[in-house]
Nanobody, 124 residues
């Protein structure tokens, strides 16, 4: 059984940076992909970024492109999300997710496992 533990959230001011981390256990990842999603109060789950394990191909939502960077460490089964120039509208619970597929990574049903989520709050 795959388990995902995400961490790194917090309360910061606009313009600050945070780094989220997601550690995956229960299998060795050499294929498939990892993604980050977020959900703000009263809103649906929103795609943020994804990365494939094998080639490291990345995907970003337009709202975070140029500010956020997703990365992976295959040896440690870890995925990170570096978030720079944070804005109040980035406030949400961020969750990592694991998929056996490398396609359709912008859509939640593609993912097979989910982390518990970590709160990111950006004050103005």
């Amino acid at each position: 059984q795959v388990q995902l533990v995400d961490s790194g959230g917090g309360l910061v001011q606009a313009g600050a940076s945070l780094r989220l981390s997601c550690v995956a256990s229960g299998r060795t990842f050499s294929s498939g992909a990892m993604g980050w999603f977020r959900q703000a109060p009263g809103k649906g789950r929103e795609f943020v970024a994804a990365i494939t394990w094998s080639s490291g191909t990345t995907f970003y939502a337009d709202s975070v492109k140029g500010r956020f960077t997703i990365s992976r460490d295959n040896a440690k089964n870890t995925v990170g999300l570096q978030m720079n120039s944070l804005k109040p509208e980035d406030t949400a619970v961020y969750s990592c997710a694991a998929s056996y597929s490398s396609y359709g990574l912008r859509y939640p049903p593609t993912y097979d496992y989910w982390g518990q989520g970590t709160q990111v709050t950006v004050s103005s």
